[in-house]
């Protein structure tokens, strides 16, 4: 194994550091990285914007820039998301959380810094994994079946508690609830049957994320940046936001270093799984840092927490690079992008799967080398842009407002071409707004949004293959296993409780920890 690893990086290094092919993943980070931080163009879009460029190129030259493309647009998605809360990219939702409201207290740049080093590092790791461990993992991907996946999804829904503030649980449920309903508004896919569409011809295609991200999380900060009129936060002196910004001290680097390993490991894993991607990595490895934390750094999260920046910017990068096991091992994508992708390798006539490794190793080997150097090239790419980027918070607030809102509009239209999806995006802002002033946290809406179609799909199918019976929860080994998990994931805040308890030796101690954990 490890010799034909050896040959196998050989062949990378051979095929990739050439002048030509160190240029075009240049210009993929380049172009990825500038397309990522625009409101509503994801890595689906970069990649494929790229793919007429890659005519006329051989196919390990064209892999190289579409992959450049593909993990730039994901490092640099966190951009509009960290400074107007703008997540054009369902992985850079649970960025937000956390790297919006830092950013707001008067650090942008340590945000940004931090999103940099974040990305650098769960890239960087899981590259290594990915060269190490593709052709096991692809055989374990394979073993997972519709139940599996269906277990999987209810156990990423048990990271809604890590958006949950104090006594929040039950909204944060509530609105998972409200994000599976309006996930199957729509045609559904197997019977042709309208749901939820009330007769209108422009809802049988179901709702749009980009459109309610937008509506949940850019329009109504806007509006709150409005209503706020009496604070002076709301602007950042020019003169606070420079090199010195992005410093890391000691102190921190040792608060967010855990939570990078453990969330490149993580990300890395669910990025392996067809399916998966890279959202359910950045959301479960937000929950996984917040139910891991102790009560005083858990009352942190959602306000400007390190670890809530790492975690999830870590985890959706890891997860980047993991879909590409599924995708070069197996010939089927990952993700959304992945699947672009695969439509490029079918083009140059390449066969994707287990004799990719013989028939074409400059292509498979030159794809994995040539994201060491992308992760290289990103980092030194955007962190001096940071400071320039950082100063959009001092935009004053009667210029980012309408910034905001024409970001908003004109990243949904330019996606769907369609003046009704901006009607109902004012539809849902409003609610979305009305929830808000109540504490609803909006995160769980769009992560019941994004899993609902998935869990309905690999549900439908589990019910098929064990003839309607919801025996499939329990038999297989591997779900029994994944839905354990999920218990002691929902019980570990009364397990803390207890634990605290029982340390504390009286009867002050539970109500001190329940004010809070709750």
């Known amino acids: 194994m490890w010799d034909g690893m050896l ?5 990378g290094i051979s095929s990739t550091m050439v002048p030509f092919n160190i240029a075009l993943v240049l210009f993929g980070c380049f172009m990825g990285s500038l397309i990522g931080m625009l409101p509503g163009l994801g890595p689906i879009t970069a ?125 944060a449920l509530l609105m998972v609830v409200l994000g599976l309903m309006l996930a199957t508004v729509g045609t559904d896919q197997t019977s042709g049957v309208q749901r939820f569409t009330f007769g209108s011809l422009e809802l049988l295609d179901g709702i749009e994320f980009l459109l309610l991200a937008m509506a949940t999380f850019a329009l109504t900060e806007a509006l709150s940046i ?14 606070m936001i420079g090199f010195k910004s992005l410093a890391v001290s000691k102190k921190e680097f040792k608060l ?20 998966a991607g890279a959202t359910l990595g950045s959301f479960m490895s937000y929950g996984m840092e917040r139910n891991l934390a102790p009560p005083e750094e858990q009352a942190k999260f959602g306000k400007g927490s390190l670890r809530g920046l790492a975690a999830p910017e870590t985890g959706n990068n890891a997860a980047s690079s993991g879909s590409f096991v599924p995708l070069l091992c197996l010939g089927i994508p990952g993700s959304g992008t992945t699947a672009v992708m695969l439509g490029a390798l079918i083009a140059y006539g390449i066969e994707p799967g287990p004799r990719m490794f013989t028939d074409s190793p400059e292509v498979f080997w030159g794809v994995i080398m040539s994201m060491y150097l992308g992760n290289v090239f990103l980092l030194i790419l955007n962190l001096p842009l940071i400071p320039y980027f950082a100063r959009l918070l001092a935009i004053p607030r009667n210029f980012m407002v309408p910034m905001i809102l024409f970001f908003s509009l004109m990243g949904v239209y330019l996606v769907t ?92 101690g539970p109500c001190r920890y329940r004010r809070h954990e709750f």
């Open 47 to 171: 990649v494929a914007l790229m793919i007429p460029v890659t005519y006329g190129l051989d196919p390990a030259s064209g892999m190289v820039l579409l992959a450049g493309v593909y993990y730039g647009a994901i490092f640099g998605g966190s951009t509009s998301s960290i400074l107007i809360n703008a997540p054009g990219e369902a992985a850079t939702v649970a960025t937000a959380l956390d790297g919006y409201p830092l950013a707001r207290q008067g650090y942008p740049g340590k945000a940004l810094a931090i999103a940099a080093y974040s990305s650098f590092s769960g890239g960087t790791i899981s590259v290594i994994f990915l060269m190490i461990f593709a052709p096991m993992l692809a055989s374990v991907a394979t073993s997972f079946q519709s139940a599996d996946y269906f277990a999987l999804m209810i156990l990423g829904l048990t990271a809604v508690s890590a958006f949950a503030g104090r006594g929040g649980v039950l909204k």
């Open 226 to 239: 409005v209503l706020k009129r009496d604070e002076s936060s709301d602007s950042l002196d020019p003169k």
């Open 256 to 275: 967010i270093a855990p939570s990078i390993a453990r969330s490149s490991v993580l990300g890395f894993l669910i990025g392996v799984l067809p399916g």
């Open 7 to 11: 040959n196998g990086m050989l062949t």
């Open 417 to 508: 071409f369609n003046d009704f999806d901006i009607q109902m995006m004012v539809i849902f802002c409003i609610g979305a707004m009305a929830l808000r002033l109540m504490n609803f946290p909006m995160a769980p809406l769009l992560l019941g949004f994004i899993l609902g179609g998935l869990m309905e799909d690999n549900l439908r199918r589990a019910l098929l293959i064990y003839n309607e019976s919801i025996s499939f929860m329990w038999e297989r080994p591997l779900t029994l296993g994944i839905n354990i998990a999920t218990l002691f994931i929902l019980f570990l805040p009364m397990l803390r409780s207890l634990i605290s308890s029982r340390k504390n030796g009286d009867g002050d």
